[in-house]
């Protein structure tokens, strides 16, 4: 593994696992090694500490902690989501969502659609914002569940998700939200928003990778993606991920403590950084509204240079940032997201999404600022596009 130093830009493709959480976690795989389901108290005990980590991370959400089911990702809730609203409706076939959602929504719908369900996705203006009227409009009798992220992982632009709860309540409709980017930054209260199942997932908010969670609403009639064993009151099968589960609680309450963190002095590292972006590179836009938008994350144009060049130089002075989102980095596409909203292939081939954290420093943002700008004008120097256009 390298040891340069490390400038992270990318906290909405993965955080560091905060060292609170790590403390939480040890005891757990080197010592704590019990099955949660033995009838032994070496085992047992641990299935307290599942309780306790289950009310944390309740206490995140304003849930109770019979409502939420521990899983292995983000991924695994967004599907478990779908496939739950599905089974326990069988005369409903289709499916509303957006244009915009992660690749762990998008993908199972297409899968479904080959399967043969309906799937709608709903547009997005230029700002990134869905048309609710039209949302209203494409709820159908046979709608099985209503899809929507809150905050989008490319763009940082937050959806009205209790708007978009109501309506679809006032249908009679299921409703799931994808609130992987939300913890920490917005205010999360599912008594007041309403919906009927939500994800989560630890490593984007200081936890470790590979433990999720979805939260069920009391009374939703719900169908398990994993059969087997009879962990988590029955909602998902298999031996419990017991040092996981113990650090995202750990993770959920500091995500909690430092809410006004990330809504000030992240927020304020954030704006610098993209008003100086602005300001000082010629031929910059951000992309989606300013606002709403998570206070951590900052979608940037560059035109007449391609992302994966800058990345690279980015890479060689130990900056890491993405174009679009981690799933989806590595294909020759432009991000779907981007497209959706009307950005020419062009211009979204150029665009380098920037996701600050609770780790980052004024002397961080000062150090990308002082080496961007050399990085574009050289980039745009060797570009064609960027010659022509004198940029
Ligand atoms: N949903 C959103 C909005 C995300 O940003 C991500 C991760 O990038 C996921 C779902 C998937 O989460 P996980 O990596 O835990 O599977």
């Known amino acids: ?16 696992a905060a060292p609170e959480v790590v403390d ?11 099955n949660p389901s033995s009838i032994y108290k070496f085992g047992s005990q641990t299935a307290y500490e599942i309780k306790m980590a289950r009310a944390k991370v309740a206490a995140l959400l304003n849930a109770e902690p019979e409502e939420i089911v521990f899983t292995s990702c983000g991924t695994e809730s967004n599907n478990a989501a779908l496939h739950s609203a599905l089974a326990t409706q069988p005369g409903k076939r289709h499916i509303l969502t957006t244009a915009v959602e992660h690749s762990a ?7 479904l659609k080959k399967q043969g369900c309906e799937v709608t996705f709903l547009p997005v203006d230029a700002g990134g914002a869905l048309d609710l009227n039209m949302l209203d409009k494409s709820i159908r009798p046979d709608t099985a569940l209503v899809s929507v992220m809150w905050a989008n992982n490319e763009t940082g632009v937050v959806f009205p998700i209790a708007e978009i709860a109501a309506i679809c309540h006032s249908k009679k409709t299921l409703f799931h939200t994808d609130a992987t980017q939300a913890p920490g930054k917005l205010e999360m ?7 009927d199942l939500l994800t989560l997932s630890a490593h984007k908010l200081h936890g470790p990778k590979g433990i999720g969670s979805l939260y069920v609403k009391r009374r939703t009639k719900f169908q398990p993606y994993l059969l087997g064993g009879h ?3 029955g909602r998902r099968a298999g031996t419990e991920n017991v040092a996981s589960i113990v650090a995202f609680g750990r993770a959920a309450e500091l995500a909690l403590d430092r809410f006004d963190l990330e809504n000030t002095r992240v927020r304020a590292l954030r704006d610098r950084m993209e008003d100086a972006i602005l300001a000082g590179i010629p031929n910059t836009v951000r992309n989606g509204a300013r606002e ?23 890479d060689q002075i130990g900056v890491c940032a993405s174009s679009g989102s981690a799933c989806t980095t590595g294909s020759l596409e432009p991000s779907h997201v981007l497209t959706a909203m009307g950005v020419s292939p062009a211009r979204a081939r150029g665009c380098i999404r920037f996701s600050l954290g609770i780790y980052n420093t004024e002397g961080e943002v000062d150090y990308l600022l002082k080496h961007l700008p050399r990085i574009i004008k050289k980039l745009r120097e060797i570009s064609p596009a960027g010659a022509k256009k004198g940029a």
Do not use: W
Request: charged share 20%; with cysteine.
């Open 1 to 16: 593994m390298s040891r340069q130093t490390i400038y992270y830009f990318d906290n909405n493709a993965t955080t560091r």
């Open 24 to 34: 939480a976690m040890l005891p757990f795989l080197r010592d704590h090694y019990g």
């Open 105 to 111: 929504i998008n993908n199972h719908c297409a899968f």
């Open 189 to 195: 209260d599912v008594k007041a928003l309403d919906a």
């Open 231 to 233: 962990q988590e009151h």
């Open 292 to 314: 709403p938008r998570l206070p951590n994350t900052s979608n940037i144009a560059f035109d007449y240079v391609e992302a994966e060049a800058i990345l690279l130089l980015l």
